[in-house]
């Protein structure tokens, strides 16, 4: 039942970013809302906020596309007529991110606030979760309503509400920040994400669980053609605006698919490219005065197009400190990596 719909929401979103992103790139340009390509020797200008293309397929895809089903069941075809309450949380979520993601292109919110102020983002999904008994490495299936903790002034919180209402919030906003994170190369935040939303997908196929797939169908639609045009060499970046509301689209997908170890080992690249980056902060708060451990926030380009990096402390910067690699080659490599990883989390259970 649910495969012919998910399907037709991703080409529909793929059409539509497809006739939608050479209008909007020349727009982009046209009002100068360009940035520098820091690794091109002519530092190009590139348009710039490329999610909000993104945003636009996709909210585009979610208002036609129903309206498409309801027409066909009227001629009592064996359409679902509306997304499900746990879809339009997951909109809800992306688009609170997306904002987020606007304010740091343009006043910088700095560090501390990416990590305090989304936490309350993912409340319209917690609240339209009900609670479940996740799988847990060793374990296996756990039921949580047998842990209980008794707070005074507030009652029983149960295990399943603590697992909502606590580590669902911290759940996503990390796997925003991840995402947000390991990019900086032209297709690597969107190559990334477009391998990791697919093999999600494709893990509910096998799971007969597409019910709730319908938004996360339509940002595969829409990433697939925003990456046509964002590797190498680029056209468009995504700006935060992109990589915040991606990375929260997947950490709620695999919330709502209940794929939460799944989850870390598909984003295990990104993982270690967040604990590569606090070793580099703490070596550099202990040694300032050292030229190795000064925080930079760009590479370089030889003449011959490979690429100078400062140090190897961040996964894109690993591989070309210790060899001679260009851009395209260092994201590729990349790819193949979270393709991997993404292998292995499709055979985790939960």
Request: glycine share 6%; with cysteine.
């Amino acid at each position: 039942m649910w495969e012919l719909p998910i399907a037709v929401t991703l080409l529909f979103s793929m059409a539509i970013t497809g006739l939608a992103a050479p209008w909007f790139i020349r727009k982009m340009r046209e009002k100068n809302q360009t940035v520098k390509d820091y690794y091109k020797p002519d530092k190009t200008q590139l348009a710039n906020n490329g999610g909000i293309l993104t945003l636009f397929a996709v909210f585009t895809t979610i208002i036609v596309v129903p309206l498409v089903f309801r027409i066909l069941f009227k001629f009592e075809m064996d359409f679902p007529r509306e997304f499900t309450e746990l879809d339009t949380a997951i909109l809800m979520v992306v688009l609170l991110y997306a904002f987020y993601g606007v304010l740091d292109d343009y006043i910088d919110v700095g560090r501390a606030s990416k990590i305090l102020l989304p936490l309350m983002f993912a409340y319209p999904l917690v609240i339209a979760l009900s609670g479940w008994s996740p799988w847990v490495p060793f374990v296996g299936v756990t039921s949580l309503e047998t842990f209980n903790i008794g707070i005074p002034g507030l009652g029983i919180i149960t295990g399943s509400m603590f697992l909502r209402y606590l580590i669902i919030p911290v759940y996503i906003m990390v796997v925003a920040n991840l995402k947000n994170m390991h990019a900086g190369f032209n297709g690597l935040q969107s190559g990334s994400a477009l391998i990791i939303l697919s093999f999600i997908l494709l893990k509910s196929f096998v799971d007969s669980n597409l019910e709730n797939m319908y938004t996360i169908a339509a940002l595969i639609g829409a990433q697939a053609v925003f990456f046509w045009h964002n590797k190498y060499p680029s056209k468009i970046l995504e700006g935060n605006i992109g990589s915040l509301a991606v990375g929260a689209a997947i950490g709620a997908a695999l919330v709502i698919q209940h794929y939460l170890f799944a989850g870390i080992i598909m984003l295990m690249p990104h993982i270690i490219n967040f604990l590569m980056y606090v070793y580099w902060r703490v070596m550099n708060s202990r040694h300032l005065d050292e030229e190795k451990w000064k925080i930079h926030k760009f590479g370089k380009v030889r003449e011959d197009g490979t690429l100078e990096v400062p140090n190897p402390y961040t996964m894109k910067w690993l591989l070309p400190y210790y060899f001679r690699m260009n851009e395209k080659q260092v994201v590729y490599s990349m790819l193949l990596l979270t393709m991997a990883f993404c292998v292995l989390g499709f055979f985790v259970p939960g």
